[in-house]
């Protein structure tokens, strides 16, 4: 995905950065542990979509 495009990317919730877990094709907010996934390289940036992180779950750095 765009580094550029990663840099203006914020979590809709609560408008935090988001880290880029490229294994998983995933964007992560840390604060809402919350994973929005990237499809096609577009980013699906809807709270009804993202995935809520396992509490065990690893978030990448
Ligand atoms: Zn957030």
Redesign the pocket.
């Known amino acids: 995905m765009d580094a550029k495009l990663l840099e203006i990317l914020?979590?809709?919730?609560?408008?935090?950065p988001?880290v880029y877990d490229k294994p998983r094709q995933e964007l992560i907010?840390?604060?809402?542990r919350?994973a929005f996934a990237v499809k096609d390289g577009i980013p699906v940036m809807l709270e009804g979509e993202a995935r809520t992180l396992d509490p065990t779950e690893d978030i990448p750095r």
Request: charge should be positive; hydrophobic fraction near 30%.
């Open positions: 914020v979590c809709p919730v609560c408008k935090g988001l907010c840390r604060g809402d919350l």
